[in-house]
């Protein structure tokens, strides 16, 4: 992630929609990649990681897409639910880190009944 | 499900005090972080442990942050001597095999320095 602020990015969705957060990194070292989610007053939970040597990868009803050649990544979510709503943060890790996480500036996903 | 917890949920201090920061990782885990998170910004890497010593650290952990695991299931993260930029939350993580595993995160403890 690049400059850090108060504000978040926002993005809001009607429920069942598809979702699309987007990150960009900076760091062409970069070998693992992962997708976090904050809900107010609790810690990040993991939603789904990237290696480096894939382009896209799919868990349940979300998909992430890894562009490296102009550094990144996206998060899809189907079928966007109420629970949905919450920050999302990217992560990534260099290369021969043991796991030092550098988190983007996050996406607050608002999801509208 | 196992999970990371965290002690106090909640911590005011006075500037120049030492706080203790606790945290029980899931108990298989061999490799320990803690991350703080100013206010509205970025979760930002502080610490990482393994094999009681600290593998990795940032610019942000200073001569002012110490961890230590003092028995088999704890992991402090101790601030000497607070200053009023410290408030922020904390989460302690941990994960099973370091770098390609999952990182649990804790509920975070907040600390507020007045």
């Known amino acids: 992630g690049e400059s850090v602020g108060l504000h978040l990015p926002t993005l809001s969705v009607q429920e069942g929609d598809n979702s699309i957060i987007n990150c960009a990194y900076s760091n062409s070292a970069s070998d693992y990649f992962i997708w976090y989610k904050q809900e107010s007053g609790k810690g990040p939970q993991f939603i789904i990681d990237?290696?480096?040597?894939?382009d896209k990868r799919q868990g349940q009803r979300v998909t992430v897409l890894l562009n490296k050649t102009v550094k990144h990544l996206s998060l899809q979510i189907a079928a966007t639910q109420p629970g949905d709503s919450a920050v999302y943060f990217c992560a990534d890790r260099n290369r021969g880190s043991q796991g030092n996480l550098i988190f983007g500036k996050g996406t607050k996903l608002s999801v509208k009944p | 499900e196992p999970e990371v917890t965290q002690t106090p949920s909640h911590q005011v201090t006075q500037m120049g005090q030492e706080v203790i920061l606790r945290c029980v990782p899931i108990s298989n885990h061999l490799y320990f972080y803690w991350y703080r998170q100013i206010l509205g910004q970025k979760v930002e890497f502080l610490v990482s442990f393994y094999n009681n010593e600290i593998s990795e650290k940032s610019e942000i952990f200073d001569d002012q942050f110490s961890v230590e695991r003092p028995d088999g299931s704890n992991f402090t993260l101790k601030i000497r001597s607070t200053k009023l930029e410290d408030s922020a939350m904390y989460f302690c993580?941990?994960?099973?095999?370091?770098?390609?595993?999952?990182?649990?995160f804790g509920p975070g403890t907040r600390l507020t320095v007045l």
């Open positions: 993580a941990s994960s099973e095999s370091g770098a390609w595993d999952e990182q649990f």
């Open positions: 990237i290696r480096s040597n894939m």
